[in-house]
C-alpha cells in the first residue's frame, strides 16, 4: 500500500458474476469482478451508466432481483464466506456489519414512518437494546451527519426534508449499528451539485473517523481523485484497471481510462480553451458472449487482435496496478503522451 | 480559427448496424401479443360468437320467441336431462309459456348486446367529454367537473335507475337512455387523469407552443395517445350496462315482458328454482359468459397496448 | 390537517345539497306528483285539494326549501302508502342493512387483501394465477344470479343455510357473500397492483438493505402503503355495495333499507323514494368522508403539509 501500513482486510471479492435472464438471452452486467477492501480505505468503482456498478454493489448485499444469478469463486466479509450463508444470516449482516447508502434519497425513506422510527429499526433490529438508546443513538448520528435539532427531526416525516438532509438521514441510517463496511452508491448524483461535495466529504470524514471500509460508486472522476485510497474502472461489466488512486490518476494504462480522464478539465493541468475529450460510440450490449476486448469498438487503438479471445488483465508499472488490454504499459504510456501533445 | 463545436462521430467498425438493432415492427410486435394472448383470443371469439347468433337470431333460432308459445308444451327439459318429456325440437327445453328457450336465449343476446353498446357509448360521450375538458383545462374547469362527479357517484346507480324508470315509464330505449345517462363516470375518471399526464408532456408544450388550437391539440395530441385507456373503460362499461340491465330486468324494472332479455328469464323462472333450475341456469350462464369474455378483451387490451404496465 | 379536513368536510356537505336537490327533482320526472299521487280515478277537485294539502301549489323553490329544513330536522315526510312517518321507517330498517354491508365488506376485504398480497408477493405463481381467475370470473358474475346459484345449493340442495330473512346469524351468510363478492376483484387487483409497485420502490430496497426480516418488510414497510389507494377503492365499493343491496335484499327478503326501497319503487310512494335516495347518497358521502380522513391519517403527506 502506498502509505506503508497493510490495513486489516474487510471485503474480498474474487470473480464475481451477475446473469440475468432476459427475453433476448442472457444478460453479462457483471462478469469475473475482483477487488479488495480494507478497513480504513474507500475503494471508488467508476464507470459510465449501465457498466454494472450499482449491481455489483447490490450482489455483495444480496439484494440482486429475484432473476438475477450470481456466482463468485470468493465473496468474503471479514472472513465469513457470504456466497452460501442462509438468507436468514444474510439478513443478520445487512444493515449490521455491512450498510448501505443508496442513489435516490427522495424515494428511499419510507414516506409513512418518522425519521426517528426508521433509524431506531435499524438498530433495534440488530441489537437488545431500548427504545430510549436506540433513539439516542439516532440523535447522536443525525449530530454526526451534520443535522441540526437533531432530537425535533425524529418526529419528522421524509417529505419535510429536502433531498440533501434525506441523504444524511440515510447516512445516520446505514451508520446505525457501526458497519465494518459500507456501500455507497452513488450517493450524490442526485442532489444538487452545491450539497454533492457537502455529502461527499461528510461520507469521507465519516469514513475515517469510524474506521470502517467503504465502497463509493460514481461516475464522478474529480471525487474520485480526492477521497479513494484505491480505484476500480469499470467498463461493460468488467473492472478494465484497478490499482491505488494515485497509480490510476498518474498512470492511468487503460486506454478507457485515459478517455474518461481526458472528459475532465483538471485545475492546473488542462489549459484554458482546450477542447474536452470526449469517447465516442455507445457501451455494447451485454447480451450474449462479446468476444475480445469490450471497448474495442470505441477505441482509438484498436486492432484485429483486440477482437479475439478474451483479454485479461495485466500488471501495470507498479505491483497492484492492473489493466485489461493487449498494450504494453509503455505502448499505452506512450499513446497518452501522443494524445496529450 | 472558427471554433469547432464538435466532430462528427464515424461510425465504428464493429458496431451492429440498425437492421441488426431493429426489432420487429410494432405492427408485427402488436399482432405477436394480440395473438399470443390467451385472454384476448379467448374473449375475442366468445364475444364474436355472440354477437354473430344476436346479428343472426332471425336466421339461426327455430322459432319466434314471443309468438310461439304453446301452453301444452311449456316447461320441457333440456337435452341434458334424461327426461321422457324432452322435445328434439327444444334442445334447450321450453319456459313457462312453452316458448323455445334456444329461440328466447338467442334474441336475448340482441336485448344484451344492443343495450350494453348503446348506452356505453351514449357515457363514452360524456364521460369522456367531462374527463378530456376536466383533464386538459385543469384550474376551475377541473374543479366543477370533479365535483359533477362526485355528486354522480353518491347517487348509487342502482337505485336512481330502478326510480328513474319507475316515474317514467320502462321500455328498451328508456332503460339506454338512464343507464347511458347515469354510468359515465368511470370514462371521465380515467379520461381526465390520462388527459392530466399527457397535458403535461414536452409534445403538447410545443404544440401550444407551435400555435395549434385547443380542438386541433385535443383531437390530435392527446386523444390518440389516450385511446387505448378509452377502449378498456369501454369494454368494462359495456359489460357494466349489461349486468344493470340484467339486474333492472330481473327486478320488474327493466325491459318489459315478453321482450327476451335474459335478466327478465331468469326473473321469471324464480319460482320454478326448486324443480327447473336450468330455466335459471341457462340465461345466467349466457350471460356470465358475454361478461366474461368482454372483460377479458378489455384486460386484453389493455395488456397489449400498455405492455410495461403488466404486472 | 385542519384545513385538509375543512375542505373535504365542505365538499361532502356541498354534494350533500346537490344530491338533495337533484332528489328532491325527481318528483317532478313522473310530471304532476299530485296527479300521480290521486290516482286515476280521482277528480280535478281531489287533486287540487291534494295538490294544497302537500304544498305542490308552492313554487318550487319554496317547496325544496321546506322539504329540506324538515329534513334536516329529521323529518322525511310520511310514506304516501304506509302512512307511516318515513324516518321511523328508515330507522327500523336501518339495522338489517347495515348488519348485511358490514358483513359484506368484511367477507370482500378479508378474501381481497391477503389474496392481493399474496399474489404480489409472486407473481405468476399458482396463486397468482388463482388471484386473477377469482377476479376475472367475480367480475363477471351477475350477482342477483350468483344469489340464486348460492340459494340453490347451499340453500336448496345442501339446506346447510336458510334461505330468506333475517331470524339468526346464518341468515347473513350468502347475502354477504352475494353482495360481497363483487367488490372483491377490484379490491384484490388495486392490492396486487400496488404491492407490486411499492415492493419494487427504493424505501422496500432500504428496509431489505437494514436487515429485516421479509415479514417485517412486508407488513410494516409496503402494505402500509399499498393499502391507501386500497381504502378509498373500498370507500367507493362500499356504495356500489348500497345499491346492490337493494337485489340481494329483495331476493334473500331481508327486511332492510335496500328492500324497502325496492317495495317503495313498486309502490311509486314518492316522498319515501325521494328520502330513500337521499340517505343511500348521504351514506355513500359520510363513508367517503371517512375514508379520506383515514387516508389521511395513514398518509402523512396528507396529514403533514
Known amino acids: ?341 | 480559427m472558427a471554433p469547432q463545436e464538435s466532430t462528427p462521430i464515424a461510425q465504428p467498425a464493429g458496431l451492429p448496424t440498425a437492421e441488426e438493432i431493429m426489432e420487429p415492427s410494432p405492427m408485427a410486435q402488436m399482432r405477436k401479443r394480440v395473438f399470443g394472448h390467451y385472454g384476448i383470443i379467448i374473449g375475442g371469439s366468445t364475444l364474436l360468437l355472440i354477437v354473430l347468433v344476436a346479428i343472426f337470431a332471425p336466421l339461426l333460432a327455430p322459432f319466434d320467441p314471443i309468438l310461439d308459445q304453446d301452453l301444452a308444451d311449456k316447461l320441457k327439459p333440456p337435452f341434458w336431462h334424461d327426461s321422457p318429456k324432452y322435445d328434439p325440437a327444444h334442445p334447450l327445453g321450453t319456459d313457462l309459456q312453452g316458448r323455445d328457450y334456444l329461440t328466447r336465449l338467442m334474441y336475448g343476446a340482441q336485448i344484451s348486446l344492443l343495450i350494453g353498446f348503446s348506452a356505453m357509448l351514449i357515457s363514452l360521450v360524456i364521460g369522456t367529454t367531462l374527463g378530456v375538458a376536466a383533464g386538459y383545462f385543469g384550474g376551475r374547469v377541473d374543479i366543477i367537473i370533479t365535483f359533477i362527479i362526485t355528486t354522480r357517484l353518491s347517487m348509487p346507480v342502482v337505485l336512481v335507475a330502478l326510480a328513474v324508470v319507475s316515474l317514467i315509464g320502462s321500455s328498451l330505449w328508456i332503460v339506454i337512455g338512464v343507464l347511458g345517462l347515469l354510468i359515465w363516470d368511470q370514462f371521465a375518471v380515467v379520461m381526465r387523469s390520462a388527459t392530466m399526464q399527457i397535458r403535461n408532456l414536452d409534445y403538447v408544450a410545443a404544440a401550444r407552443a407551435c400555435g395549434c388550437s385547443t380542438f386541433h391539440i385535443v383531437a390530435k395530441e392527446i386523444m390518440p395517445n389516450v385511446v387505448n385507456h378509452l377502449i378498456v373503460v369501454a369494454t368494462l362499461e359495456m359489460a357494466h350496462a349489461i349486468l344493470l340491465e340484467a339486474a333492472l330486468s330481473f327486478l320488474g324494472l327493466g325491459v318489459q315482458p315478453p321482450t327476451p332479455s335474459w335478466g327478465l328469464m331468469i326473473s321469471e323462472a324464480k319460482g320454478m328454482m326448486f324443480f327447473d333450475a336450468w330455466l335459471i341456469g341457462i340465461p345466467g350462464a349466457a350471460l356470465f359468459a358475454l361478461i366474461l369474455s368482454i372483460n377479458l378483451l378489455g384486460d386484453g387490451v389493455r395488456d397489449v397496448t400498455a405492455p410495461e404496465n403488466r404486472n | 390537517m385542519l384545513i385538509y379536513f375543512l375542505k373535504r368536510l365542505g365538499v361532502a356537505v356541498l354534494v350533500a345539497l346537490t344530491v338533495s336537490v337533484l332528489t328532491f327533482s325527481l318528483i317532478y320526472l313522473s310530471g304532476d306528483p299530485a296527479m300521480a299521487l290521486a290516482g286515476e280515478e280521482a277528480t280535478e277537485a281531489d287533486i287540487a285539494l291534494i295538490r294544497r294539502v302537500y304544498g305542490y301549489d308552492q313554487p318550487i323553490i319554496v317547496q325544496y326549501w321546506d322539504w329540506l329544513t324538515r329534513a334536516l330536522q329529521g323529518d322525511l315526510g310520511r310514506s304516501h302508502y304506509l302512512k307511516e312517518d318515513i324516518a321511523d321507517v328508515i330507522f327500523t330498517r336501518l339495522p338489517n342493512t347495515l348488519i348485511l354491508a358490514a358483513c359484506a365488506i368484511t367477507f370482500a376485504l378479508v378474501l381481497a387483501i391477503p389474496l392481493g398480497v399474496a399474489a404480489a408477493i409472486r407473481p405468476n405463481s399458482l396463486i397468482d394465477r388463482f388471484a386473477l381467475t377469482v377476479a376475472v370470473v367475480g367480475q363477471a358474475l351477475p350477482s342477483f344470479w350468483f344469489a340464486l346459484i348460492l340459494i340453490f345449493f347451499l340453500g336448496i340442495q345442501l339446506r346447510w343455510l336458510p334461505i330468506t330473512g333475517t331470524d339468526s346469524w346464518m341468515n347473513f351468510i350468502m347475502p354477504a357473500i352475494a353482495l360481497g363478492y363483487y367488490v372483491t376483484p377490484g379490491v384484490m387487483r388495486l392490492t396486487r397492483a400496488g404491492m407490486l409497485e411499492v415492493l419494487q420502490s427504493d424505501y422496500i430496497r432500504t428496509a431489505k438493505a437494514k436487515g429485516l426480516r421479509p415479514i417485517r418488510v412486508l407488513f410494516k414497510h409496503a402494505l402500509r402503503n399499498a393499502i391507501i389507494p386500497v381504502v378509498s377503492l373500498a370507500a367507493v365499493q362500499f356504495g356500489f355495495m348500497l345499491g346492490g343491496s337493494i337485489v340481494i335484499e329483495t331476493i334473500f327478503s331481508i327486511n332492510g333499507l335496500g328492500f324497502l326501497a325496492w317495495e317503495t319503487i313498486q309502490r311509486a310512494d314518492l316522498p319515501m323514494m325521494q328520502a330513500i335516495v337521499l340517505v343511500f347518497s348521504i351514506f355513500y358521502i359520510v363513508i367517503t368522508f371517512l375514508a379520506d380522513l383515514l387516508n389521511a391519517y395513514l398518509d402523512p403527506r396528507i396529514r403533514i403539509s
Open chain 1, 1 to 341: 500500500m502506498t502509505d506503508g501500513t497493510e490495513h486489516e482486510l474487510i471485503l474480498k471479492v474474487e470473480n464475481l458474476t451477475v446473469d440475468i435472464p432476459v427475453a433476448a438471452g442472457m444478460l453479462h452486467p457483471v462478469q469475473a469482478v475482483s477487488f479488495e477492501v480494507r478497513r480504513g480505505e474507500t475503494l471508488c468503482i467508476v464507470g459510465e451508466s449501465g457498466c454494472g456498478k450499482s449491481l455489483t454493489s447490490l450482489s455483495i448485499m444480496n439484494l440482486l432481483p429475484s432473476t438475477a444469478i450470481r456466482t463468485a469463486t470468493h465473496l468474503a466479509l471479514d472472513g465469513e464466506e457470504l456466497q452460501n450463508v442462509s438468507e436468514n444470516r444474510m439478513a443478520d449482516i445487512r444493515g449490521d456489519k455491512m450498510a448501505m447508502i443508496f442513489q435516490e434519497p427522495m424515494t428511499s425513506l419510507n414516506p409513512s414512518y418518522t425519521i426517528g422510527n426508521q433509524l431506531e429499526e435499524a438498530l433495534l433490529r440488530h441489537r437488545k437494546v431500548s427504545k430510549s438508546e436506540a433513539r439516542d443513538r439516532a440523535v447522536y448520528l443525525l449530530e454526526k451527519v451534520g443535522i441540526t435539532a437533531a432530537r425535533s427531526r425524529l418526529t419528522q416525516y421524509p417529505h419535510q426534508l429536502s433531498g440533501g438532509l434525506r441523504q444524511r438521514v440515510m447516512i445516520a441510517m446505514a451508520l446505525m449499528c457501526g458497519p465494518e463496511m459500507i456501500i455507497a452508491d452513488e450517493p450524490t448524483t442526485a442532489l444538487d451539485v452545491t450539497i454533492q461535495a457537502q455529502i461527499l466529504h461528510l461520507l469521507a470524514d465519516l469514513q475515517k473517523e469510524f474506521n470502517m471500509g467503504m465502497i463509493l460508486i460514481t461516475h464522478d472522476l474529480g471525487v474520485v481523485s480526492r477521497i479513494a485510497d484505491r480505484v476500480a474502472v469499470m467498463y461493460a461489466g468488467q473492472v478494465v484497471e484497478t490499482g491505488t488512486a494515485k497509480q490510476v490518476f498518474e498512470n492511468p494504462t487503460h486506454p478507457y481510462t485515459q478517455g474518461l480522464l481526458e472528459c475532465i478539465p483538471i485545475p492546473g493541468k488542462t489549459e484554458r480553451g482546450a477542447h474536452l475529450g470526449s469517447i465516442p460510440g455507445i457501451v455494447p450490449s451485454l447480451v450474449g458472449d462479446l468476444p475480445g476486448c469490450h471497448f474495442a469498438d470505441r477505441c482509438r487503438y484498436a486492432a484485429d487482435r483486440c477482437r479475439t479471445g478474451e483479454i485479461t488483465l495485466r500488471d501495470s508499472f507498479d505491483p497492484g496496478h492492473v489493466y485489461r488490454c493487449v498494450l504494453q504499459p509503455d505502448e499505452c504510456a506512450a499513446h497518452l503522451k501522443k494524445g496529450a501533445a
